[in-house]
């Protein structure tokens, strides 16, 4: 069966820093994959999502970016965080082309930046 | 702006009690789909109702769809302690080779024992 693992779990970081959250899937080969951030008791925002390693697309330009080293792997980084990139970021993967366009989500990843 | 918005933005219901939150969006879609999301924890897929269906039920759950009204339903039946959560409705607009999906900014549903 497919899981989605994303780690930390929980990370306060002072303006200024850098940020690395790291998603990956087992289970399943050659997924899209997603990032999402969910402001306090809001929807879910598209930051980047990805078709293939090395091709990324970004949905809000902003100070983050996104990696896909590996297949299964995807990365969201800051060189530089603000206080407006705190919030709750959320991983996700679907099938590759075809289906449903449903998600399957990590647990996130919440980000407190003071 | 959100293409999917949930109405009402809070729900508090007794157990035993039906819960239906709405969701109206504005292009055409290739389906709709509904999310829960326990507090603090990643969304679960609920139910998917691709556009040229009207209605589709698993469990408890039933959903409508009037794509005339660009509009949603989600129905909760007899509902329990353990249903409550925030409840998203997501738009299917397919674009290339990644299907995305548009959150709405959800629906807190609180049932009380």
């Known amino acids: 069966s497919q899981t989605i693992h994303q780690w930390p779990a929980t990370l306060v970081q002072p303006v200024g820093s850098p940020l690395s959250l790291e998603c990956t899937v087992e289970?399943?080969?050659?997924?899209?994959l997603y990032w999402y951030r969910q402001a306090a008791g809001r929807g879910l925002q598209l930051l980047f999502y990805?078709?293939?390693?090395?091709?990324i697309s970004s949905e809000v330009p902003q100070n983050l970016s996104a990696s896909r080293p590996q297949d299964r792997q995807f990365i969201l980084s800051s060189k530089k965080l603000l206080l407006s990139d705190s919030g709750f970021y959320l991983c996700?993967?679907?099938?590759?082309?075809?289906?449903?366009?449903?998600?399957?989500f990590g647990e996130g990843s919440r980000l407190t930046v003071l | 702006s959100q293409q999917g918005e949930e109405d009402p933005q809070a729900l508090s219901i007794q157990e035993g009690e039906n819960a239906t939150m709405n969701c109206s969006y504005k292009?055409?879609?290739?389906?709709l789909q509904w999310y829960r999301q326990n507090s603090g924890r990643g969304l679960v897929h609920l139910i998917l109702i691709r556009s040229n269906e009207r209605e589709k039920h698993s469990g408890r759950l039933r959903v409508t769809l009037d794509t005339s009204k660009k509009s949603s339903s989600l129905l909760i039946t007899a509902s329990r302690a353990a249903d409550t959560a925030s409840y998203f409705c997501?738009?299917?607009?397919?674009?290339?080779?990644?299907?995305?999906?548009?959150f709405g900014s959800g629906t807190q549903l609180t049932v009380l024992p």
């Open positions: 292009t055409s879609i290739n389906n």
């Open positions: 990805s078709v293939g390693i090395g091709q």
């Open positions: 289970g399943t080969s050659n997924p899209n």
């Open positions: 996700a993967w679907s099938v590759l082309g075809g289906g449903t366009g449903e998600l399957f």
């Open positions: 997501a738009t299917d607009m397919a674009s290339g080779s990644a299907r995305q999906l548009t």
